[in-house]
Antibody, heavy 120, light 110 residues
Framework: QITLKESGPTLLRPTQTLTLTCTFSGFSLTSDGEGVAWIRQPPGKALEWLALIYWDNDMRYSPSLKTRVSVTKDTSRKEVVLILTNMGPLDTATYYCAQYDVWTGSLDSWGPGALVTVSP | QSVLTQPPSVSAAPGQRVTISCSGS????????VAWYQQLPGKAPKLLIYDNIRRPSGVPDRFSASKSGTSATLGISGLQTGDEADYYC???????????FGGGTKLTVL
């Protein structure tokens, strides 16, 4: 059974840096075709794709956030970490991590999400 | 403004069939596989369709999908009140070198 869970701060002040951890189980993130993606959803709004890290440590980022976002993995701890710098109120959202299948391009399993609020 | 275009809402009566469209371009839908996600109220999204037409195990065959050119369509037949949710299409985009989603479609079962 594949599970993912996001953890991190729930409240940040403007200009602070968000560090979110995705802890996963049921897959290794070391096998060909595996990846973990980050997606966010502002309250009442649509999903927004943020970042992706592949099994071979290749990474892809949303062009609109490319200067602020980074992602790393620690497969021994089964963790993927999202870092988003210079947070502002528009970054208030539920942040999800999801297992990505390179061969189908689909997000096969999702974590429950973590709501992050940015407020002065 | 989402890269993929979906209608904001659709509605139909229980037992009826509804379709949700997803329009893209040669950089995304035409070139790559499309996936569909169902997001029940207050829940995380769940994979509904992958590889344009395939259903993960456990997804009822009332859910179907197709793709043609730069557009994809999700169909839901035998509508149930439990199908009320937001539905999103997603694909890779080669011009952005990133994943993209549609703006989501809210399904109301009247």
């Amino acid at each position: 059974q594949i599970t993912l869970k996001e953890s991190g701060p729930t409240l940040l002040r403007p200009t602070q840096t968000l560090t979110l951890t995705c802890t996963f189980s049921g897959f290794s993130l070391t096998s060909d075709g595996e990846g973990v993606a980050w997606i966010r959803q502002p309250p009442g709004k649509a999903l927004e794709w943020l970042a992706l890290i592949y099994w071979d440590n290749d990474m892809r980022y949303s062009p609109s956030l490319k200067t602020r976002v980074s992602v790393t993995k620690d497969t021994s701890r089964k963790e993927v970490v999202l870092i988003l710098t210079n947070m502002g109120p528009l970054d208030t959202a539920t942040y999800y991590c999801a297992q990505y299948d390179v061969w189908t391009g689909s997000l096969d399993s999702w974590g429950p999400g973590a709501l992050v609020t940015v407020s002065p | 403004q989402s890269v993929l275009t979906q209608p904001p809402s659709v509605s139909a009566a229980p037992g009826q069939r509804v379709t949700i469209s997803c329009s893209g371009s040669s950089f995304n839908i035409e070139k790559y596989d499309v996936a569909w996600y169902q997001q029940l109220p207050g829940k995380a999204p769940k994979l509904l369709i992958y590889d344009n037409i395939r259903r993960p195990s456990g997804v009822p065959d009332r859910f179907s999908a197709s793709k043609s050119g730069t557009s994809a369509t999700l169909g839901i037949s035998g509508l149930q009140t439990g199908d009320e949710a937001d539905y999103y299409c997603g694909a890779w985009d080669s011009s952005l070198n990133a994943g993209v989603f549609g703006g989501g479609t809210k399904l109301t079962v009247l």
